[in-house]
């Protein structure tokens, strides 16, 4: 969910990290108890911050919850750029989170690598195992983010982040879903898919696509209800609209009438009003159908339409205090700056196959041929349309 909260509603999305600011000193306390250092938040977190999931397994193992709450930092600086949250929370929370990483990791010296070992993965159908992609790759963005922001960083966590092992097959140009995967072993739901996006790991379009291709009739269909969303995205990105719209289809089978409520699995049952599903479709209408990118110093845009629809219109998209209105239609997709605010910097459009770029004015209404296009804020010695 917070993806989406943070480009429509980037004040509640500021919310969901003040709460883990907040319980920090919960975090600290619950990584002693681990013999770790640093800041480790729990699996299910509530008021106070401590932990209260009821089974061990997702306490002890699955801390890539550790990653998702630095990656979400990361998200909140690359979308507001706001230097005094970045002092006053953000570098205290990655800060934490880093120093979680680098005490977790272990060295191989034979390998000359890093390794993280007895985890669970995204897909909880296994736990206590080695070197989890997603896990491995979201604690690499952490430190090298933290590399970046936090003042006199220690040297490691960039060593770390370099040299942290991603498993990877050669032979078949994939990602293993940790040490030892075999390809007969059915996975719960989307997990090194999810190096593609949202983490955009660094790999060839080959690779990208051997993700899906392998995983995708690997994935219980049976799972929960945000898996197909981030299969739908992750075609969109390789520009297969037709694969896209069968997952994106499937990714709302959750739906139960008469109020719209989400299931957490297709028959029913698990978690009822599962959010985590509503939040895997909306990320498939903006960060799929509209294809946006976070990046640090821009956004990126490249838009398609649904199957069977003639124009989406997405509203109040948030950048650097800039509300930003996007339509997309069948060949050509239109951008409007709604408001700014008064120290809001203007923000440039740039047709990424042209080169061409245009002022966003506020209320000036640009027009561009659907596919990639970048929105960044102005610099004086550009020359703008």
């Given at each position: 969910?917070?993806?989406?909260?943070?480009?429509?509603?980037?004040e509640l999305a500021r919310s969901l990290v003040l709460y883990r600011f907040q319980r920090m000193g919960a975090a600290r306390k619950n990584a002693k108890t681990h013999n770790v250092s640093?800041?480790?938040?729990?699996?299910?977190?509530?008021?106070t911050g401590?932990?209260?999931?009821?089974?061990?397994?997702?306490?002890?193992?699955?801390i890539h919850v550790n990653g998702d709450i630095g990656f979400a930092v990361e998200q909140y600086w690359m979308v507001t750029h706001d230097q005094e949250w970045l002092k006053e929370v953000g570098i205290p929370l990655i800060s934490g989170i880093a120093e979680f990483w680098a005490s977790r990791v272990t060295y191989d010296d034979v390998a000359n690598d890093y390794v993280?070992?007895?985890?669970?993965?995204?897909?909880?159908?296994?736990?206590?195992?080695?070197?989890?992609?997603?896990?491995?790759?979201?604690?690499?963005r952490n430190l090298e983010f933290a590399s970046k922001v936090v003042p006199s960083a220690p040297a490691t966590w960039s060593?770390?982040?370099?040299?942290?092992?991603?498993?990877?097959?050669?032979?078949?140009?994939?990602?293993?879903?940790?040490?030892?995967?075999?390809?007969?072993?059915?996975?719960?739901?989307?997990?090194?898919?999810?190096?593609?996006?949202?983490?955009?790991?660094?790999?060839?379009?080959?690779?990208?696509?051997?993700?899906l291709v392998i995983y995708e009739p690997r994935t219980d269909p049976d799972g929960p209800a945000m898996t197909k969303a981030m299969f739908?995205?992750?075609?969109?990105?390789?520009?297969?609209?037709?694969?896209?719209?069968?997952?994106?289809?499937?990714?709302?089978?959750?739906?139960?009438?008469?109020?719209?409520?989400w299931t957490e699995y297709p028959s029913g049952d698990g978690a009822v009003n599962f959010i985590t599903g509503m939040g895997g479709f909306l990320q498939a209408v903006v960060f799929g159908y509209g294809g946006l990118r976070l990046h640090p110093d821009e956004i990126r845009l490249n838009p398609k339409l649904p199957e069977n629809v003639t124009k989406l219109c997405v509203r109040g998209l948030h950048y650097r205090g800039n509300v930003i209105d996007f339509t997309i239609g069948s060949t050509e997709s239109e951008?409007?700056?709604?408001?700014?605010?008064?120290?809001?910097?203007?923000?440039?459009?740039?047709?990424?196959?042209?080169?061409?770029?245009?002022?966003?004015?506020v209320g000036k209404v640009v027009t561009f041929r659907n596919g990639p296009v970048i929105v960044r804020e102005y610099e004086q010695n550009t020359v703008v349309t």
């Open positions: 969910m917070y993806p989406t909260l943070l480009m429509l509603y980037p640093g800041t480790m938040f729990p699996w299910e977190s509530a008021f401590c932990p209260v999931c009821p089974e061990e397994v997702y306490s002890n193992y699955e993280i070992n007895a985890v669970m993965c995204p897909d909880e159908y296994h736990s206590n195992v080695n070197n989890s992609a997603f896990t491995n790759a979201v604690a690499k060593d770390i982040a370099q040299r942290l092992r991603i498993p990877y097959n050669t032979t078949l140009r994939y990602h293993p879903e940790y040490d030892g995967y075999n390809l007969n072993v059915t996975v719960k739901q989307a997990d090194v898919i999810l190096l593609g996006y949202p983490l955009m790991f660094n790999m060839t379009q080959e690779v990208r696509e051997n993700d739908a995205i992750g075609w969109l990105e390789l520009g297969n609209v037709r694969n896209a719209s069968t997952s994106f289809r499937e990714s709302y089978q959750n739906v139960r009438e008469p109020f719209k409520v951008i409007c700056v709604r408001s700014a605010d008064i120290e809001a910097r203007l923000l440039v459009l740039q047709d990424v196959e042209s080169g061409e770029e245009y002022y966003l004015d």
